[in-house]
C-alpha cells in the first residue's frame, strides 16, 4: 500500500520569492507521482507528473519537481511565486499497475504582497 | 474539449436520508474514480468505475455505491446518510484506470 506525507500543513511566502513544498511517498512497487492544484470552491488541478524517465518535470505555471527514488521524495518548487498562486497543493501517488491514486494532506500556499 | 463536469453543485440532506450525485466524464475518458474531501483535508479514495465496472474500492461502508454508464458518465449513491457523510465529493476521470486524474469542481454536500 501506498501512503504519502506533506511535510507542511501551511507554507507562507513573500511573492516574488522561491518556494519549495515537500512531498514523502511510501511504496514498496514502482509509482507514478503527481502534483495537484485546488483553489477555493474548485476541484483538483493538475500541475505535473511524474511516469516515467527524467526525474526532473515541469509543469505548469512554473512549477517543478524532482523524484528522488533514494529518498522517496517528490518535491515541488518556484523560482519566484506570484499572489495568484496561492492556494491547496496535493502531492499523490498511484502505482504503476493500480487504480488507485492516493493524495497527501496538503500543503496551503499563501503568497504574501 | 469538455471537461468534467459535476451535479448538482450544493445539496443539503436530512440524517438518514439518501443522495445521488451525478458526474459527466471528459470526452474520451472510459474511467472514472469518487473522491471525499472533508473540509481541510485530501481528497479519499472511495471507489473507481472502469469500463462500466467497479475496478476497485476505499475504506467505505456498503451504503456507498456507484454506477457507471456506456456513455462513462457516472452516479455515486449514499444511503442512510450520516452528519460525518458532509464533504466535497470529487469525480475525476482518466484516459484509463491508471491515467492522471481530471476533475470535475464537486458537489458540496452537507447532512443536518
Known amino acids: 500500500a501506498q501512503s504519502v506525507t506533506q511535510l507542511d500543513s501551511q507554507v507562507p511566502v513573500f511573492e516574488e520569492a522561491p518556494v519549495e513544498l515537500r512531498c514523502n511517498y511510501s511504496s514498496s512497487v514502482s509509482v507514478y507521482l503527481f502534483w495537484y492544484v485546488q483553489y477555493p470552491n474548485q476541484g483538483l488541478q493538475l500541475l505535473l507528473k511524474y511516469l516515467s524517465g527524467s526525474t526532473l518535470v515541469k509543469g505548469i505555471n512554473g512549477f517543478e519537481a524532482e523524484f528522488n527514488k533514494s529518498q522517496t521524495s517528490f518535491h515541488l518548487r518556484k523560482p519566484s511565486v506570484h499572489i495568484s498562486d496561492t492556494a491547496e497543493y496535493f502531492c499523490?501517488?498511484?502505482?504503476?499497475?493500480?487504480?488507485?491514486?492516493?493524495f497527501g494532506a496538503g500543503t496551503r500556499l499563501f503568497v504574501k504582497a | 474539449e469538455t471537461g468534467v463536469t459535476q451535479s448538482p453543485t450544493h445539496l443539503i440532506k436530512t440524517r438518514g436520508q439518501q443522495v445521488t450525485l451525478r458526474c459527466s466524464s471528459q470526452?474520451?475518458?472510459?474511467?472514472v474514480s469518487w473522491y471525499q474531501q472533508a473540509l481541510g483535508q485530501g481528497p479519499q479514495f472511495i471507489f473507481q468505475?472502469?469500463?462500466?465496472?467497479?475496478?476497485g474500492r476505499g475504506n467505505f461502508p456498503p451504503r456507498f455505491s456507484g454506477l457507471q454508464f456506456p456513455n462513462y458518465s457516472s452516479e455515486l449513491n449514499v444511503n442512510a446518510l450520516e452528519l460525518d457523510d458532509s464533504a466535497l465529493y470529487l469525480c475525476?476521470?482518466?484516459?484509463?484506470?491508471?491515467?492522471?486524474?481530471?476533475f470535475g469542481n464537486g458537489t458540496r454536500l452537507t447532512v443536518t
Open positions: 475525476a476521470s482518466s484516459l484509463s484506470y491508471n491515467s492522471p486524474l481530471h
Open positions: 468505475y472502469y469500463r462500466e465496472e467497479e475496478n
Open positions: 499523490a501517488v498511484s502505482d504503476t499497475g493500480g487504480f488507485k491514486t492516493i
Open positions: 470526452s474520451g475518458h472510459n474511467t
